[in-house]
């Protein structure tokens, strides 16, 4: 079976007319189903006018009633199937809408956990949620809306002009001529009013603006009696959008009213001009082709009217995809395909002549010349000042990024020839701040471990001493709250532990894991780190003397390179580097790591 091609791989850019269009290639059943819908349940526009005027004739010119019974059966029926076409319709496209709006929210969280993490660290979380929710809702809502106008407009175009062609023929100049006009007019009048939307547009940014300031300037507001304050410049704001408002309104009642009484002027002179033709005799016209011209006059402007304000609707759609095209699109990717696949890791890395530069600062090495070699299931610490390079070390030994010069060897292979989603198998990270998610305790332990029994999650929180606090909120299934909010530091520490003891990694990066704890709490963390630990390669970074002087091997950076290696006791002996950063450590406030 062949395999469709993925969005973010079809996706052009240049072209993103091409891609809306491609968007709805997988559903041309659903599209051509939905389009027969309408356009049939629609009939009724372009057709009613044609049965009102036989029902006309047969009263100006006393033909049989049989006639008026049965016009008025045919206008039952085509007024009655709407409803089940109706829905067919509304079935149809819906199906085919919600499935492009879920395969672009699918492309997009598929590209972000392909884009690499330092393309992540540059750009803005905020702005990928958005492309996520808001820029797919106007791509839909573009497609929806246009779908929906455009089909109406076109449906009652081609009905009316071409009735119109078969019974009175010699009107269609005037439908060329005044139904332009007429729209164009309508059209130009609603440009006026984008003035007063900016306005109001601009007075809503800034009191929502205003209101997240608020909301998070309240402790201090309510601490230092400032409430009469932050109220004045609320109210400030809120009057402003209210007179915004008011314009806005003012300027909207206007456009209302002269549109309404221009184009009630047009229809007016329409249907005069058709009822002097008829009057005269020319063209054979009769008192209901009059009354069908007058009614399609309305309709044909309303429909170009509709066809030509679409056009703000369809430009917004397409700004979207070429908004979601930037994350579809970067070439900043973490590629693993048809690399080899990691399938044990016994832990051994060695750093070969390793260089690191950043893309915003090509010409400064963050690892500058790096040679480690790294035993299985030793433990190295990772110390210096802010700046040294300790946490690009770090993403290299993750694969977050890659040596601009030299290579990484994990147990004789590098490591850019790896697929690095297999490699991070076997591979944990304790971070300073710990990632936890809302929902249970056991879900938080085992995610992406989810295989795993009961009795191993409580020997995993056993051996993180997590288990005892775990027990007093409820046991596996208690609820740790969004982000861990029910859990102090410490504890949140201590189930990020767990949930890399569960993985039972053979490479272990342990960064800042203490350094935001209290005495108690990082004691305790001490503990079950020293059991995670045990027999795994670790990489350490810490701030705190007590935590590295137990490593089995120190690497002291500065600048990015390695200026001394060794144990605790060696490098203090030797009085260098690291001797000096114990010393300043000692000093109030100052760490050793920096």
């Not at 703000?312 to 699109?329: A, D, Q, W, Y």
């Not at 690497?555 to 060696?570: I, N, Q, Y």
Request: charged share 20%.
């Amino acid at each position: 079976m062949t395999t469709a091609p993925l969005l973010e791989d079809t996706y052009d850019g240049a072209h993103p007319v091409r891609t809306l269009t491609g968007l709805f290639r997988g559903q041309r059943r659903n599209v051509g189903v939905a389009t027969a819908a309408f356009v049939v349940k629609h009939s009724p526009v372009w057709v009613i006018p044609l049965l009102t005027a036989n029902v006309i004739d047969v009263v100006v010119d006393h033909r049989p009633l049989r006639e008026l019974w049965v016009t008025a059966v045919l206008m039952a029926l085509f007024i009655v199937q709407n409803l089940p076409l109706h829905q067919l319709y509304v079935r149809s496209l819906s199906r085919a809408v919600r499935t492009v709006e879920t395969n672009l929210r699918m492309a997009l969280a598929r590209r972000l956990q392909e884009l690499s993490i330092g393309y992540h660290r540059r750009t803005s979380a905020g702005m990928l949620q958005t492309k996520i929710v808001r820029d797919v809702e106007n791509v839909v809502e573009s497609c929806r809306q246009a779908f929906d106008t455009g089909m109406a407009a076109a449906t009652t175009l081609v009905g009316a002009v071409v009735i119109t062609a078969f019974r009175v023929p010699e009107f269609l100049p005037v439908y060329a001529l005044a139904v332009p006009a007429a729209a164009a007019l309508v059209v130009s009048m609603r440009r006026r009013m984008s003035a007063r939307n900016a306005a109001y547009r601009t007075e809503v940014e800034h009191m929502s603006a205003r209101v997240s300031e608020m909301t998070h300037l309240i402790p201090i507001t309510r601490a230092h009696a400032l409430e009469r304050d932050e109220l004045s410049r609320m109210d400030a704001t809120l009057v402003g959008v209210r007179q915004a408002g008011f314009r806005l309104d003012v300027t909207n009642g206007w456009f209302g009213a002269l549109s309404w009484i221009l184009m009630q002027l047009l229809s007016v002179g329409c249907l005069i001009g058709a009822a002097w033709v008829a009057w005269s005799g020319r063209f054979g016209m009769t008192a209901g082709d009059v009354t069908m011209l007058s009614s399609y006059f309305v309709a044909l402007t309303g429909a170009v009217t509709a066809l030509m304000s679409m056009a703000p609707i369809v430009t917004k759609g397409l700004e979207s995809v070429r908004s979601m095209g930037e994350v579809l699109t970067s070439p900043d990717l973490e590629r693993n395909a048809g690399k080899a696949e990691v399938g044990a890791v016994e832990g051994q890395l060695d750093f070969e002549a390793v260089s690191f530069a950043y893309a915003d600062a090509p010409d400064e090495s963050a690892v500058d010349g790096l040679d480690l070699h790294v035993r299985a299931g030793e433990t190295i610490a990772l110390v210096g000042p802010s700046g040294s390079g300790k946490s690009t070390v770090l993403n290299l030994v993750i694969g977050f990024l890659t040596p601009t010069a030299g290579r990484i060897v994990l147990d004789g292979r590098d490591l850019v020839e790896l697929d690095l989603r297999t490699y991070r198998r076997f591979l944990a990270v304790v971070p300073q701040e710990s990632l936890l998610f809302e929902g249970t305790v056991r879900d938080n332990v085992t995610y992406g471990s989810r295989d795993h029994s009961d009795a191993a999650v409580l020997a995993a929180l056993r051996d993180a001493n997590a288990l005892e606090f775990v027990e007093e909120m409820g046991g596996l299934d208690a609820l740790i709250g969004e982000r861990g909010a029910r859990l102090s530091g410490g504890q949140r520490q201590r189930l990020a532990i767990a949930r890399a003891l569960i993985r039972d990694p053979r490479v272990l990066v342990l960064d800042e894991a203490t350094s935001a704890l209290d005495t108690a709490s990082e004691r305790l963390v001490q503990e079950a780190l020293a059991r995670l630990m045990r027999g795994r390669t670790t990489f350490v970074v810490a701030h705190r003397l007590s935590t590295i002087r137990g490593a089995d091997r120190i690497a002291v950076l500065r600048h990015g390179r390695l200026v001394e290696l060794g144990t605790h006791a060696d490098l203090l002996a030797a009085d260098g580097a690291y001797a000096e950063l114990t010393r300043l450590s000692a000093g109030p406030g100052v760490p050793v790591g920096g």
